[in-house]
């Protein structure tokens, strides 16, 4: 966590870059604090328990039987004493209006924050943050202060995968009033389960969810009971593994103590359950599910919830206004994000061959710009295959789109840290969620539940 870099394209010497740097070395000195009293100072979870700390997380206590479960409680304390004095301004982009905080949240699987954005300025507080990626987990923490944990099982099951007891999850993570997510789709099964009973095995939670990530979030939502789960998946989510999955989900979640929103309609195919296109809000055609969880106990005081409205306008959001919104000139942009003439004509002889065949690949070649743009996928950084600038200066290969355009489509602000490397960038942007989406959905919960 102590490689950083510069953003790629953004401004030098900002506030937020200031701010960023003094808690970088608020950050430093805790980890240092905490390695004296023998934690390890090159493992990520150290970093991401010293930032935890930092942003005065009162269930300090649980963490520490975590990372540190058999450390000295004397020389904890003191560390943990030196650490609180420090108490640097977190990072958050600087065009984005925090509101008063009225609830907490847990923010898993959480990417490079795009959940966070949205639930911060609806006035949550986040309390604890898990993502397995390595530099999702950097460009996180450069944007909010915040290191999240790694791989969410480490807190939900023991070393053999069989999941942890409601008590001992309640022991090692804090209690939050709200769980996001866009957790993998991972078909179902009951093989797990029946091998387990057949063998005499205690395996938790009885449930159809075995051994996938959605089961770690029904575990962590028996364990702390949170008013609700805010969750995140592919737009085919309903016809899944043969609507196996949804039913699976929808199964689960009541019997956890929630009611699923938007309704589940049998009479209906429910191919676009819960879908929501982010043309809606910006020009990207991108459709994927979105769940509101309510506690079943909540719904006679504050309602049923009701998705917001996310109608396609009838004059579109335009790609062209999205480019524009990038101050880097043109004759820049192709100089830097431009594919190279050999994977151009690869692109143009693999398209022509498909089309003879009457299948499969096509180049995205952006020629109308006053439309949206396709979906951004996390592949896009390997060919650009799927959205290309046309150069229209000599006709030459057409542009990638920039990262901090694929920002902008994701509806990122414009102050958001950005890796330095495209890779990373492309790749990040690809995964994320649309913020606008999020936010609009996170502004609604807060002003009904909280």
């Known amino acids: 966590m102590n490689s950083i870099g510069s953003t790629s394209d953004g401004p030098s010497d900002s506030n937020g870059d200031r701010i960023r740097r003094k808690w970088m070395v608020a950050l430093c000195d805790s980890v240092k604090m905490l390695s004296l009293v023998g934690l390890n100072e090159k493992d990520e979870e150290t970093w991401a328990l010293a930032s935890h700390l930092l942003n005065g997380e009162k269930n300090v206590n649980k963490l520490l039987k975590y990372v540190s479960p058999s450390q000295s409680k004397k020389d904890m304390g003191k560390a943990l004493s030196e650490i609180s004095k420090l108490a640097p301004q977190k990072p958050f982009p600087d065009s984005q209006k925090r509101s008063e905080s009225k609830f907490t949240f847990m923010d898993l699987f959480a990417g490079i924050g795009g959940f966070h954005i949205a639930l911060t300025k609806s006035g949550g507080e986040c309390v604890f943050a898990s993502e397995i990626d390595s530099s999702a987990k950097l460009t996180y923490a450069m944007n909010f202060g915040v290191v999240p944990f790694g791989d969410i099982r480490r807190f939900t099951r023991n070393v053999d995968g069989e999941p942890l007891s409601i008590r001992e999850i309640r022991e090692t993570t804090p209690k939050a009033d709200l769980i996001a997510g866009g957790f993998p789709c991972q078909p179902f ?5 029946s091998s387990r009973n057949h063998h005499g095995i205690a395996h938790g939670l009885l449930c159809e969810a075995q051994g996938t990530l959605f089961e770690d979030i029904l575990l962590l939502a028996r364990a702390h009971k949170p008013k609700i789960l805010l969750l995140e998946n592919v737009a085919n989510l309903s016809v899944h593994d043969g609507g196996n999955t949804i039913r699976v989900i929808r199964s689960e979640i009541k019997k956890a103590g929630y009611e699923i929103f938007p309704r589940w309609d049998d009479r209906l195919r429910n191919r676009a359950w819960g879908v929501i296109d982010s043309q809606g809000v ?11 969880c309510v506690r079943k106990d909540l719904i006679p005081k504050y309602g049923e919830f009701e998705l917001p409205d996310f109608t396609v306008p009838a004059s579109p959001f335009r790609l062209r206004d999205v480019l524009a919104m990038d101050d880097i000139s043109e004759r820049e942009k192709i100089r830097k994000y431009a594919i190279s003439s050999n994977l151009w004509k690869s692109h143009l002889k693999r398209e022509r061959a498909h089309i003879a065949k009457g299948n499969g690949f096509r180049i995205g070649i952006m020629n109308n710009l006053d439309g949206p743009a396709p979906t951004l996928v996390a592949r896009y950084f390997k060919d650009g295959k799927d959205c290309l600038i046309p150069n229209k200066f000599d006709g030459g290969p057409p542009r990638m789109l920039t990262p901090r355009e694929c920002a902008f489509l994701q509806t990122f602000p414009k102050d958001f ?5 495209k890779t990373p960038a492309y ?4 995964n994320a969620i649309t913020v606008k989406i999020a936010e ?3 502004r609604k919960i807060a002003k009904q539940y909280f």
């Open 189 to 193: 099964s009951k093989a797990g389960v």
């Open 440 to 442: 609009k959905i996170a």
């Open 427 to 430: 790749k990040q942007f690809g």
């Open 282 to 292: 910006v020009a990207q055609r991108r459709r994927r599910v979105y769940m509101v």
């Open 417 to 421: 840290w950005i890796p330095e490397f």
